[in-house]
């Protein structure tokens, strides 16, 4: 085992022992549950104890959501009612104290959840970005709505406006990122926010509790931990909720969602599970196509939504890209988060490299070969990944949202096969195509553009830039996120009318004046 460089090292456990609510970090003296990773810190293997963190219930469930009600209060809160220009500004300072705990949160990103030392600062800095980008979109979005429009002799201003208390609940993987864009966009559009850490990944929003509780009033944005079932449950019955913003598994969604009172008045913000396949195609440029394809399906170990969790080869070029495709993935470099040139490293779910073994054992026993040399080769905590092949649709590894790192290949003769297979799919997040001829790629897009809602040319799947819309068709994803569109998905189109005419014009013009009204304004935020 390697050293760990000391700014590495864990010295000792955090005790997460206060939760958000109200506005206080309130003290807590229950039952807590110890936070362990994976990756040793020993020469003998043993997962290293990284601290422990509440284990909260019903009472606590409806302590949060009863303050983010009151926050709301039926649309009469601070936050709601607050100066577009005045929420910023509670975004901002939070921003610069957010920046403080780089250092604390890339290394908790490490051990928590085995991501690279550059892939956690990554997920850092574009996430600070992605507040700050979404700052100046709401500027936009609020310069254009200050002004009256007059249409058939009424007068209209037109805002978007919250919609009430918001339920986030964010995935293991991107545990700061992929939760900051539900949770960013909500909060400043009004909204106030509960949010529960992952499961994984729960000890590095630790860093910023103190920030969240003095950058914004009271009630605004409340953190609690706890089992799914435990906290997020209760909250549902409640009533309280009026957005779900999830990003995990459909099956959570449709859980959550039956438990809520009126699920008419529920709002779905979710981003779910995927199968993205590639086609590769026989004129693809095949270097090109290899190292996509080794980014798309293993980038982070393949535990993304976005990644390549199908290969469809055509059987023209399929030895050749096998056989290259294998060597390649047998000399990505596995080892600890720190460690220089790393391309895998160890998994964060103790459970999951049983499972991936499980997927290797059916799809051989089905007929599939493992065709690299390292392939399924075990340690304590990895699986090295298994390039399988000729995969079939009997196959768990086929049928499954494997999030882990297998590789399944398939051959096609007919282009129509794998789009038949995209069209009776669960899921239709993105796909990856391959090729040059435009004869051949034109048509195709034309139609893979109707089944998934990403097509990415001789690219892999990804989600970013964050500018671009991030969403999916059929059980991948309710609602779209992007930059531009997370601020509509958390608010409502809403507006004061009058008639044209004098008296109505006078009050309207005596409104503008007087900036009396937070609503009522034209004020342009630089």
Known sequence: ????????????????????????????????????????????????????????????????????????????????????????????????????????????????IGKSLGDSEKEFDRTVEYINDTIQSYKELNSQSAHFAKVQGINAMVRRGPIGVVLCLGPYNYPLNETFTLLIPALIMGNPVIFKPAKHGVLLISPLLEAFRSSFPKGVISIVYGRGREIASPIMRSGKVDILALIGNSKSAIALQDQHPNKNRLRLVLGLEAKNPAIILPDADLDLAIQECITGTLSFNGQRCTALKLLYVHESIADEFNKRFAAKVDSLQFGNPWEKGVSLTPLPETEKPAYIQELIDDATSKGAKVINAKGGERSDNFIFPAVLFPVNKDMRVYQEEQFGPVVPVLTFKDIQEPLNDMAESNYGQQVSLFGKDIKTIAPLIDTLVNLVCRVNLNSSCQRGPDVFPFTGRKDSAFGTLSIHDALRSFSIRTFVASKDNAYNNEILQELLNSKESNFINTDYIL
């Open 1 to 112: 085992m390697n050293t760990i460089p000391q700014e590495f090292q864990i010295t000792a456990p955090l005790i997460q022992d206060t939760y958000l609510v109200n506005g206080e970090l309130k003290k807590w003296t229950g039952k807590t549950t110890q936070v362990y990773s994976t990756i040793s810190s020993t020469e003998k293997y043993e997962p290293t104890l990284l601290g422990s963190t509440p284990v909260m219930g019903e009472a606590e469930a409806l302590e949060v959501a009863e303050s983010a009600r009151a926050a709301f209060n039926n649309g009469q809160g601070l936050w709601p009612t607050m100066k577009v220009v005045d929420r910023i500004k509670c975004m901002e300072n939070f921003v610069v104290k957010m920046k403080e705990t780089r250092t604390e949160v890339v290394k908790l990103l490490m051990w928590e």
